[in-house]
């Protein structure tokens, strides 16, 4: 035995001295806390866990959205300097991550693609079954939410309707008279007809299309939800005109869309992609489906705010309504983009329930926003859903800040311009973004860099990008002095994004760009090239064509389209890609459902005339979902603001 040749220890009883039981021991205990301790790496569904570790309020979760956490504590999460960039902003989890997943995610997928192509069949039946089940199941779900939070649902579609200061497709659904622009319209409609036919005979009921293995993916994002891409996709079908595409997309809602799924959601990716999805197509259509459907998901969202603060959890539960932080926030936090990103939604929720809750959430944490201390007149990304505490001081226009900040002065617009207090926020925080973010490159372009505690980082991500479409649909109420200081600075930021893309070799703009190290709008880092059918640029560009008219915006639209056409459009579907400054790409595998709803319906957008969802009357959720200016005087009163001149 290898202890009795130690040297100059005696032994004693059994055969082993005092020292070696010592180590015996030693070893014996660590082996025992390695068992244990690897409990907690078991996939949720293993039995053992389960008797083990029941789950609690504090458990940090790690399912991911298609930026997998996983990765991330992989590469240690408990390091503050690896989650940098690391959660996309505008709250969709990771930029980075999302680079840093996609090897676990090839495997994890490769084993569900699997899965899903082998077990078809059986998906299918258990699609079907959900399809019978889903409608009269949801019914009794809306009956016990009579008792809950949704109490009347008798909102005046037709009043609402009269309280819109235009028609909503506009004279002629927006078709623009010169006939480049109606060409180049009907490129983009082709687009959007090629990836949802894909989607649908590839990938239908998923989450995703899968192009090149010509598949579904299902993800973690949405708690067991499905078919993302047709809510996505239902109001762009529907503006666009696709009527047979809209009215299958419509179908599968009604029959298939089963919302008593028991999975773990992001809070922030539901509420944009399916409550906002559904918000705006009830909006636009009637169909009283779309209402029931949004109110029941709606209630479903309500316990992730049971938090001391009232601060809800990144993580939801859908079926047990438990929530969590993500696992790799710092500290148990809950992330500014995530909780800041619910406003809209939210609001339009106690809108058509008459039930003030969502509201009353929404604007607790308004309330502890306001209140609370900002170094420098900041808004840092990370607070605590406990103590109501910053936990770190990092602030981004980008990933984890971004469009905390878009649904501020949103807000205010969607409230007809009466809600004073998001007013002041948004132009205070503009402010502050102003004095410490915003910086000129050497060769004279404006970006905002990240700060951390009072260094700034000079990178820039596409998902900042979104904030030159932010700036400009603020300008005019602000400070008069400031109006054209705004339009500038709108117009110089969109700059520099497309200068981000024009370049690249693709024409497409990387994950990140830099302005250091001798780079200007370039990415440094191999981990940063990559392209995911993002709208952030293209957005900016219909913002500022809608403000401005300069023509630049459809052109640069245009050459995103051409881009797009070249380098992501593939046999089966759009497909993002890995290298934007590659010769010769390498795809992704993944046609991302905000492809469908923002990237698509911006660029369709671009080349309409401006009455098609004129700006007056809707604002556009973080996944371009419209959702209608709220005109409560009109909606209580007698209303009708409606000039007659419809197309409807
Ligand atoms: C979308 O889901 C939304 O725009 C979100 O706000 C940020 N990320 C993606 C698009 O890049």
Same mark, same amino acid.
Request: proline fraction near 4%; aromatic fraction near 4%; charged fraction near 30%.
């Given at each position: 035995m290898v202890f009795r040749? !130690?040297?100059?220890?005696?032994?004693?009883?059994?055969?082993?001295r005092l020292s070696q039981k010592f180590v015996f021991l030693l070893f014996l205990s660590g082996l025992v806390t390695l068992c244990f301790g690897a409990l907690f790496f078991l996939p949720d569904s293993v039995r053992l866990k389960r008797i083990f570790l029941s789950k609690t309020e504090s458990q940090p979760v +790690?399912?991911?959205?298609?930026? *997998?956490?996983?990765? &991330?504590? %992989?590469?240690? /999460?408990?390091?503050?300097? &690896?989650?940098?960039?690391?959660?996309s902003a505008k709250g969709e989890t990771?930029?980075?991550? %999302? /680079?840093?997943?996609?090897?676990?995610?090839?495997?994890?997928?490769? =084993?569900t693609d699997k899965k899903v192509a082998g077990g078809e069949a059986l998906e299918d039946?258990?699609?079907? $079954?959900?399809?019978t089940d889903s409608a009269s199941k949801d019914e009794k779900v809306t009956s016990s939410s009579n008792q809950g939070a949704n109490t009347d649902t008798s909102f005046d579609y037709n009043k609402f309707q009269k309280c819109l200061l235009k028609p909503h497709l506009g004279i002629e659904h927006g078709k623009p008279s010169d006939p480049q622009t109606l060409q180049r319209r009907e490129k983009v409609k082709e687009m959007m007809k090629f990836a949802w036919d894909n989607y649908k005979s590839f990938a239908w009921g998923r989450n995703e299309l899968r192009p090149l293995t010509r598949n579904g993916h299902i993800g973690n994002m949405f708690g067991g939800l499905r078919g993302a891409s047709i809510v996505d996709s239902l109001? +762009?079908?529907?503006?666009?005109?696709?009527? *047979?595409?809209?009215? *299958? /997309?419509?179908?599968?809602?009604?029959?298939?869309?089963?919302?008593?799924?028991?999975?773990?959601?992001?809070l922030f990716e539901v509420n944009i992609r399916y409550v906002g999805g559904l918000l705006s197509a009830y909006y636009l259509t009637g169909e009283e489906m779309f209402k029931r459907k949004v109110m029941v998901l709606g209630e479903k969202l309500l316990p992730a705010f049971n938090t001391p603060t009232g601060i809800p959890r990144g993580v939801i539960n859908l079926g047990s309504g438990t929530s969590w932080s993500w696992g790799w926030a710092s500290a148990g936090s809950s992330i500014l983009a995530e909780f800041g990103t619910l406003h809209l939604e939210f609001v339009h929720l106690s809108e058509l329930s008459n039930n003030? #809750?969502? +509201?009353? =959430?929404?604007?607790? #944490? $308004?309330? !502890?926003?306001?209140?609370?201390?900002?170094? &420098?007149?900041?808004?840092?990304?990370? !607070?605590?859903?406990?103590s109501g505490n910053w936990v770190q001081h990092h602030v981004s226009i980008g990933g984890l800040g971004d469009s905390f900040y878009e649904y501020l002065i949103k807000s205010y617009l969607m409230s007809d311009k009466t809600d004073e207090e998001a007013k002041k926020m948004y132009y205070s925080a503009l402010e502050a973004i102003e004095a410490n973010l915003v910086q000129k490159s050497p060769g004279g372009l404006t970006y905002m860099a990240e700060w951390r505690g009072g260094i700034l980082d000079h990178k820039m991500g596409h998902l900042a990008c979104f904030s030159g479409g932010m700036v400009v649909i603020g300008a005019d109420d602000g400070a008069p002095e400031k109006r054209q200081h705004y339009l500038d600075l709108a117009a110089e930021i969109t700059h520099t994004c497309h200068e981000s893309y024009s370049r690249s070799a693709t024409k497409l703009g990387p994950e990140a760009f830099r302005f250091d190290g001798g780079a200007e709008a370039t990415a440094t880092r191999l981990s940063d090239r990559y392209y995911i059918l993002r709208p952030e640029v293209i957005e900016s560009y219909m913002y500022m064509w809608r403000l401005t008219h300069d023509p630049k915006y459809r052109e640069w639209g245009w050459e995103a389209v051409e881009a797009l056409e070249q380098h992501c459009r593939v046999e089966a579907g759009f497909s993002g890609i890995r290298d934007v400054y590659a010769q010769t790409v390498s795809h992704d595998n993944m046609q991302q459902s905000f492809f469908l709803s923002e990237t698509l319906k911006y660029l369709y957008l671009l080349f309409s005339d401006d009455d098609l969802l004129p700006l007056e009357d809707w604002v556009f959720n973080t996944e371009a979902h419209p959702l209608p200016v709220v005109r409560k005087s009109c909606l209580q009163g007698e209303g009708g603001t409606h000039d007659k001149t419809t197309s409807e």
């Open positions: 040749k !130690l040297p100059g220890v005696s032994a004693s009883g059994m055969g082993l +790690t399912v991911g959205s298609e930026n *997998d956490v996983r990765e &991330h504590l %992989k590469k240690g /999460a408990k390091d503050p300097e &690896h989650l940098r960039g690391i959660t990771s930029t980075k991550l %999302k /680079a840093l997943s996609r090897k676990s995610s090839v495997t994890n997928e490769a =084993k039946m258990m699609l079907s $079954r959900s399809k109001d +762009t079908l529907y503006i666009m005109g696709l009527m *047979d595409e809209y009215n *299958d /997309a419509k179908e599968w809602v009604e029959t298939s869309l089963d919302l008593n799924s028991n999975g773990e959601a992001s003030g #809750i969502y +509201t009353e =959430k929404v604007m607790n #944490i $308004r309330k !502890l926003l306001n209140k609370i201390e900002k170094p &420098h007149g900041l808004y840092p990304n990370f !607070l605590s859903p406990v």
